[in-house]
């Protein structure tokens, strides 16, 4: 008799994965990307039961490490005091729910536009992209760093002890082509790459306000004419644009008008805030620590996590797996291991007195 129970809720739990899959066949457009036809895992594994494939993706993102530390790392300014400013994970949350909105209007598969747009900053350094540039310095000579693909390389091979998430590929392929000049194979994909920049644009815009670095009046006004003169407003005509232009299509675009002023505001925060000495003084800092850090650990292997030098035993170059441990810190805890191994510690005299 429990036998027979055990078995009918097995049947009815894959049902239940196979009607949504069917739901997504009836009620999805044409051009989406349907869970039952994924090309699949690296390593074959049983289906779940409840869940589709790029569901349990999602779900593995955001139980692994890697998304945990994202509330600890830069988005745009280093170790910012206020409670308000951006981290690498709330600005990942923005990211999924602009994506999500999109895939929605657009009856694309918002499951999988959800699991790249959670993933797609994994790899991220410490102290944002001034960590990647120091890291990408510090590495050319064996390939140079770049976060895209170091998000892939935490989902396939530093998560889970070296076992990685086991991600189907349309996510792994969405996180690796999420920058600007790439192109993804997926409308999902396509749809996060964008979000990313809509994102960062607007919340670089609202943090930069918040610190007193520009302010609203500042932002060109020949570019919110168009998009608007407001947070919120720009996030609406960019969304809306990028629904109202896709409709139908093969293809996730935009209006060239608007298209132009997005792309006219990222251009005033790379003049205005990425490059201004009062928001980045503190860069050169975080270069210098970071080539200190590696070239501590480059020549005390051994001091590095078991998990890391577990990789260096499977045969994976010191250099990468170094770069691998860096590019895994969290701010707080780069600043802390940086004090613990660079600055010395005060002698007490305290018990030498006391004999």
């Not at 409670?83 to 949350?93: A, I």
Request: aromatic share 6%; net charge negative.
């Amino acid at each position: 008799m429990e036998m027979m129970l055990v078995s009918q809720t097995e049947e009815k739990g894959r049902n239940l994965r196979e009607e949504q899959e069917k739901r997504e066949h009836m009620i999805l457009s044409e051009y989406a990307t349907f869970a039952d036809q994924s090309l699949g895992r690296d390593r074959d594994e049983p289906q779940c039961d409840i869940r589709t494939d790029f569901q349990r993706d999602r779900d593995r993102i955001i139980h692994c490490k890697a998304f945990r530390r994202l509330k600890q790392k830069t988005q745009v300014f280093l170790a910012p005091e206020g409670d308000h400013y951006r981290t690498r994970l709330t600005h990942t949350l923005e990211v999924a729910q602009n994506a999500r909105t999109i895939a929605r209007a657009l009856s694309l598969n918002e499951d999988l536009t959800e699991a790249i747009a959670l993933g797609h900053d994994l790899g991220h350094t410490p102290f944002g992209h001034a960590g990647e540039r120091a890291l990408n310095r510090i590495t050319e000579e064996h390939g140079g760093f770049h976060h895209n693909e170091q998000s892939v390389r935490v989902v396939e091979r530093l998560e889970k002890d070296g076992k990685g998430l086991n991600l189907t590929k349309e996510v792994r392929d969405g996180i690796l082509n999420h920058q600007t000049k790439a192109t993804p194979m997926t409308l999902e994909g396509k749809i996060v790459r964008l979000s990313d920049k809509i994102a960062y644009i607007n919340s670089d815009i609202d943090d930069a306000i918040r610190a007193g670095i520009i302010t609203e009046d500042e932002v060109p006004a020949e570019h919110t004419d168009i998009l608007g003169k407001s947070t919120n407003l720009r996030l609406n005509t960019l969304v809306h644009d990028i629904v109202h232009h896709s409709e139908g299509k093969n293809d996730i675009c935009m209006s060239d008008e608007v298209e132009k002023a997005m792309y006219a505001l990222r251009s005033f925060l790379f003049d205005r805030v990425y490059t201004n000495p009062e928001a980045k003084g503190e860069e050169k800092k975080v270069s210098h620590m970071i080539n200190q850090l590696y070239e501590y650990y480059i020549h005390n292997i051994e001091k590095m996590p078991s998990e890391f030098l577990m990789l260096i035993r499977e045969g994976e170059p010191n250099q990468r797996v170094v770069c691998d441990f860096i590019a895994c810190m969290s701010d707080r805890y780069a600043v802390n291991l940086y004090k613990e191994i660079m600055i010395p510690k005060s002698w007490s005299v305290l018990s030498v007195e006391q004999r």
